[in-house]
């Protein structure tokens, strides 16, 4: 597989749990809010969001930062995410992983962010913050 370059999503983000009924909260919704991602399951809404939006009520882990492949992946594309979890993985750093129908979004905890640099340098192109 030929290195991918990795960007940085400027900010600071949240990964929040919610009940599977509720309703999507309006800081959520904004679109001031930056990179968003919501998924609702059977089991929960989880949110991924700018951490400086999410109530204090809210079931959250803050501190995550966020990478992407830059530009478009094509759906015939394999391994792009075992590999770099694979890295991740054996650097010791947890990852969060969001596939979108353009790329994949890594994030990582914003402590960990010189070891997933140097981690990724194998697998990817990566830039520090």
């Known amino acids: 597989m030929s290195t991918l370059a990795l960007e940085w999503i400027p900010g600071a983000f949240a990964v929040c749990r919610l009940a599977p009924t509720d309703d999507?909260?309006?800081w959520a919704l904004s679109r001031a809010a930056g990179f968003v991602?919501?998924?609702?399951?059977?089991?929960?809404?989880?949110?991924v969001v700018s951490q400086d939006r999410v109530p204090l009520e809210t079931e959250a882990e803050p501190?995550?930062?966020?990478?992407?492949?830059?530009?478009?992946?094509?759906?015939s594309m394999v391994g792009v995410i075992a590999e770099q979890t694979a890295a991740l993985a054996e650097a010791g750093v947890s990852v969060f992983v969001i596939?979108?129908?353009?790329?994949?979004?890594?994030?990582?905890k914003s402590k960990d962010t010189a070891l997933a640099i140097e981690a990724l340098g194998a697998v990817a192109d990566v830039t520090r913050l």
């Open 37 to 47: 991602n919501i998924t609702r399951s059977d089991r929960e809404l989880s949110i």
């Open 99 to 108: 596939s979108t129908y353009e790329t994949d979004v890594l994030l990582i």
């Open 63 to 75: 501190g995550w930062v966020a990478m992407r492949v830059a530009g478009s992946l094509d759906f």
């Open 24 to 26: 999507i909260p309006p």
